[in-house]
């Protein structure tokens, strides 16, 4: 494996955090934290790591053994047994780092013979300095849509009760509110606070088979994330949920297109007629659409009843990645080429959701397609979203499918892209149209 070399005199390594077999997690004196990009190593220091955002958790790597750099002999290691126990296993620690947040470094490991898939969650490189847990990200929005500090539970628990009263027989509500006080849905807790975004859960279907299908795992031993919605909720439903949240946000947002759901697209059906029904009654709020983009013709559709805005979800820009990751099931990249261009033309607010995995989406190959791809697509933002999948399994299903070279760096990658198109936002959240044409 490739080493990046470090000035430790100006720029002190992180120690490194690990787990034993009871999940407790403690720092290993002697050894500094590692992160990883591919095939590349690089002891964690201070100036490329921040402290561990608010609202961040840790986790630890079952089936793994840590990769640490041993200050004694200079050189990096996998750490298989515990110093402190020995005979007894070592686990890896990583970040999973808060909305907002960018990893740059992948916590540094090796699997075991009988590793299976890591659950859906992104792992970012973490280690210890004087009090505090570190890790390698880069912020790239400071908006506190979804800071946790503003979600207490009494507070959500006071909303839910105020919008049962107040739509007792909605379904689409009674769905949120489990996605809230269940699985802690930061959407679905803003809907019942009355803040920022509010989500419009639709669609039963999907015509993607995502590796990292937050909602629908079949066969792969990967336990999804939260249950997709059984139900199509009626457009009236819809409506009366969707004008509940504009009707006392200002600057509101909602969105179709959900973790808990599959692809918007396909519920157009019932989405075009709430739209209408929506704009009907108010020009207030912005109407927002997350999609693969598989069906550019109802789109276009979409917009003509009244939707503002699309977010356009993509790993790659390269065809052949995209398919490897999405997995298409009726449609083509280039229909989502398609939907794009019918969004600009339509000139409406476009980005994308930008799946993001160092050690893939920093190399030149994904760098040069990126900029190849926003020359030819003026698009209005980039949501930079880390992607929720095991990182050496989705490793090698890209390289399985394309060429890539050494990393460039996932900062690096940022403040190319950003040189180059300085009119391009960078974001994690869907902005409301009142912030469309903020610079």
């Known amino acids: 494996m490739a080493k990046k070399q470090s000035d430790t005199k100006t720029n002190p390594m992180l120690t490194a955090v690990v787990a034993n077999q009871a999940g407790e997690i403690f720092e290993l004196i002697g050894y500094a934290a590692v992160g990883m990009e591919g095939s590349l190593l690089s ?38 047994e515990n110093p402190y126990a020995p005979g007894e296993p070592l686990y890896p620690v990583a970040a999973f780092n808060s ?13 075991t013979k009988k590793a299976g898939y890591l659950p859906l969650f992104s792992y970012g490189a973490v ?5 505090n847990f570190r890790t390698a990200v880069v912020r790239v929005d400071s908006e506190p849509r979804q800071d946790l500090r503003q979600m207490k539970r009494e507070d959500v628990i006071a909303g839910v009760e105020v919008m049962h009263k107040k739509l007792p027989a909605n379904r689409l509500r009674a769905h949120l509110e489990n996605c809230a006080l269940q699985y802690g849905c930061p959407a679905g807790k803003n809907f019942f606070l009355g803040r920022y975004e509010a989500p419009l859960p639709t669609a039963k279907q999907c015509n993607a088979r995502c590796l990292g299908c937050l909602s629908l795992q079949n066969e792969t031993g990967i336990p999804h994330s939260q249950d997709r919605i059984r139900f199509t909720p009626s457009p009236e439903e819809i409506t009366q949920v969707a004008l509940a949240h504009i009707n006392r946000v200002k600057n509101s947002v909602v969105s179709f297109g959900q973790g808990c759901e599959g692809d918007p697209l396909l519920a157009a059906d019932v989405i075009e007629p709430a739209i209408r029904q929506i704009r009907s009654q108010t020009l207030h709020g912005t109407i927002n659409m997350n999609t693969n983009g598989s069906r550019p013709e109802i789109l276009g559709q979409l917009f003509d009843a009244g939707l503002d805005s699309v977010r356009v979800s993509m790993n790659s820009v390269r065809e052949t990645c995209y398919h490897a990751y999405f997995r298409p099931n009726g449609y083509r990249f280039a229909d989502v080429l398609k939907s794009i261009e ?18 893939f989406t920093d190399t030149p ?14 698009i209005h933002l980039i949501q930079w979203r880390n992607l929720n999948f095991d990182p050496i399994r989705y490793w090698q299903e890209m390289n399985s499918v394309a060429e890539h070279d050494e990393p460039i760096g996932m900062e690096n990658l940022l403040n190319r892209v950003r040189r180059q198109f300085p009119k391009l936002k960078f974001g994690y959240f869907n902005p409301p149209k009142e912030k469309f044409n903020e610079t």
């Open 99 to 111: 909305p907002g947040y960018v990893i740059t470094h992948i916590s540094a490991y090796r699997e």
């Open 127 to 131: 280690g210890w300095q004087r009090g």
């Open 342 to 359: 019918v969004a600009l033309a339509g000139k409406k607010f476009v980005a994308i959701n930008y799946l993001n995995s160092p050690g």
């Open 43 to 80: 002891p964690l220091k201070a100036a490329n790591t921040r402290k561990m955002p608010y609202g961040s958790e840790l986790m630890y790597l079952p089936e793994r053994r840590p990769v640490l750099y041993n200050l004694a002999t200079g050189k990096t290691e996998t750490v298989r």
């Open 365 to 378: 190959q994904e760098f040069d397609a990126l900029t190849g791809f926003l020359q030819k697509y003026p």
